[in-house]
């Protein structure tokens, strides 16, 4: 058994964020629908690869939204169903009467989750966005960056996966609530706030002491400590991370590099003395890790007991990592056409009720039929009307 | 929300009635964070003296001391605070009596160290069956790397969130925030609710392994994916988005969010009615596809005609046109956004030892039916009394709080 055995997922989402929070609903069990639209965005191959890790064993129906009729047999699906979850901006879903008030009417104990860029109230709320946008208005796309540096950020939508993992814990703790009083609600994920309770202690610090924040490059945001960063490996655009907070880990480091002289040198004896010099301590980690590969420079350190690991890139994460293989963290899924594709799987393991891939993802519309007739009772006839006149597909 | 008078109850959250033991430092803090705002009644177990969150900066007004930590602060928000040497036998046979008590466990030791000490999973789930255990270790449980030790930075690295971030000429950035830890923290509070949801069925309850790394890389978008598809290798490129999509720019007063994704045409009007844009006023570039192709020249040309307006002009003019253009900002400015100002984001928590009250930023989202529970961080051992007296019918054990 799964979590999430016989929880029913009417899923309106598009993009990413929202299609991450439904992918781990899946994964856990729950029967995921997708109701998408002709001409609907994704990113190529909906089976595998990213479209398919993010519809991994989902259903997959095509509704014309803009006819009544196929307006209607959403409002049934949604009836039909314990969750009801969009990412489109406020006003969509309400547009639709496929918002909160309207459904509650048709079941009373629904759960609603929209998932917005700015949430449902505020003066913003009808502001658009995507994850880049909610990354620079919180911070992140600024202070990633060197000391002085230009802008940075990320190279991604991590937003998308803040709110989109949140999300999932939302819907989770909603079903939660159910189970206990009986009783729906409607949850306001804001994307923005979501990706925002992530800044962590720096935001905090502002407001309590404001300031202002700069970028601190690689520099440690936990406990201070040098050397702490990102130090070249040989060979092109390699790299490796090593973290020292502690004397004890700087001893384990000194051993492992064999004790050059340099780490016997006074303004690398304490602490606060290597943070003082952390500069000059950089360019030396750098030309120890310089002359060698990644791979080797991490095992040194590990096997000494020291936090360090290459910066792994596409090809070391999917096809190299010994650890997330062993875990089992990419899925080969068989395809209903023979092939077979790789996905990612859920990142934590439950030892009774694992969460795992329920299959690829889905055609578009590969699904309309079996839901209309097995959940709606909608007979062939009436599917092939529905068909015929662009209402279904 | 917080400044209730003395005695009168919270509104209940979500998870009111369910008790967390929660042994976890800084890798593992945002999980009990989380299941606090949803209402848990999360007690934090910290060996005699505090954690080691308690000695992380930033400090309040700069000076380092175990009761200024802003770190912990964040971090310890809604939990209730003992002290307990798991590491003296009696200390473990004590943790295994409060685990009796309790429906869930987090920790983040490394792997095996709860079990030599004799309050592992194991001994925990044998004195109570229905317990569930949530463990979030560098690169879990088993497999090669199970020993091998991580921070914040080393688990972004070894998760693939490194390598695409910073610029192309540079090192490999890290995030702003601890968000290997943080995923970390997501994933075993959804690991947590989920046990409990199969509890309700099978009666039982079970462990949960969260690995820093695999959290990181399941808070990835299009690496792992392109990799599976295609055989690409995302790389970093400064601020330009992988979809080509989005890139920061310049106004006269700051740096802006570009998009070219939102309605082009409306975006193409807009500039060529301030008499620029000739450039890029082509029928073809209505195509998304040849826009990504064409990334280069469309940024340099929405630059040229943004170094005309203020952050704030242009911002507001694309979100008009339904653009979605955004500010590039300090996390501070969040601290005076209207927008979050009236939907209550931030959350004021009286701290007496301080004499003032302090906006926590709050919520990751609002659930309609019940309030995010927030409360002020404890001090260390500050729920011994209660929580011994309780949990155990004791005083707290002397020598091991």
Known sequence: ?393 | VTDRAPGVAPPPGVLTGLRVLDLCDEKGALAGKLLAGLGADVILVEPPGGGSMRSLPPFWQGAPAADRSIFFWFYGTGKRGITLDVTRPEGAGLLVRLAAQADVVIESESPGRLDALGCGAAALRAGNPRLVVASITPFGQRGPYRDWRASDTVAQALGGMLYVNGHRDRPPLRSLGLQAYHQAGIFAAIGVVSALLARETTGRGQEIDVSLQAAAAAALEHVAGFWHQAGLIGMRQGTLHWTRYFRVGRCRDGYVMHCTVGDWTALIEWIKADGMGAEVDEPTLEDLKIRQAEADRVFAALDAWSARYTVAELVEGAQLRRIPYAAVRAPEALLDDPHLAQRGFFVSIEHPALGRSIPYPGAPFRLGDAHWRVARPPGVGEHNQEVYRDLLAMSPPAGLT
């Open chain 1, 1 to 393: 058994m799964r979590p999430l055995d016989g929880v029913r997922v009417l899923d309106f989402t598009w993009v990413v964020a929202g299609p991450v929070t439904t992918r781990i609903l899946a994964d856990l069990g729950a029967d995921v629908i997708k109701v998408e639209r002709r001409g609907t965005l994704d990113f190529g191959d909906r089976r595998g690869g990213l479209s398919g890790t993010l519809m991994r064993g989902k259903r997959s129906v095509m509704f014309d939204l803009n006819d009544p009729r196929g307006l209607e047999l959403a409002r049934r699906l949604a009836a039909a169903s314990d969750v009801v979850i969009d990412n489109f901006s406020a006003r969509v879903m309400t547009n639709f009467g496929l918002d909160y008030e309207s459904l509650v009417p048709l079941r009373p104990d629904i759960i609603c989750v929209r998932m917005t860029g700015f949430g449902l109230t505020g003066p913003d709320r009808d502001h658009v966005s995507y994850g880049p946008t909610l990354q620079a208005l919180t911070g992140y796309t600024l202070l990633m960056a060197e000391p002085d540096g230009p802008p940075a950020g990320f190279g991604y939508s991590y937003s998308d996966l803040a709110g989109g993992n949140l999300g999932a814990l939302a819907v989770l703790a909603a079903l939660w609530h159910r189970r206990r009083t009986g009783r729906g609600q409607l949850v306001d994920l804001a994307q923005l706030e979501a990706v925002a309770s992530l800044l962590g202690p720096v935001l905090l610090a502002r407001a309590i002491d404001g300031g202002v924040s700069t970028p601190t490059g690689n520099a440690s945001q936990e406990a201070p400590g040098a050397p702490h960063g990102v130090y070249p490996c040989a060979g092109e655009d390699r790299w490796i991370a090593i973290t020292i907070f502690t004397d004890d880990d700087w001893s384990r480091f000194v051993a492992a590099l064999g004790r050059p002289a340099w780490t016997r040198e006074e303004r690398f004896a304490t602490v606060a003395s290597r943070l003082r010099h952390a500069g000059e301590l950089d360019q030396l980690v750098g030309a120890w890790t310089r002359g060698q590969p990644a791979e080797e420079a991490m095992a040194t350190l590990q096997g000494a007991g020291v936090a360090a690991g290459l910066v792994a890139n596409a090809e070391d994460l999917c096809a190299r990592d010994p650890q997330l293989a062993a875990r089992g963290h990419f899925v080969d899924v068989a395809t209903p056409e023979g092939r077979t594709v790789r996905i990612d799987g859920p990142p934590f393991h439950l030892s009774e009720t694992p969460a795992r891939v329920s299959g690829p993802g889905p055609l578009l519309g590969e699904h309309t039929d079996e839901v209309l007739s097995s959940l709606l009772g909608c007979g062939e006839e009436e599917i092939r009307a529905l068909r015929e006149a662009g209402v279904v597909g």
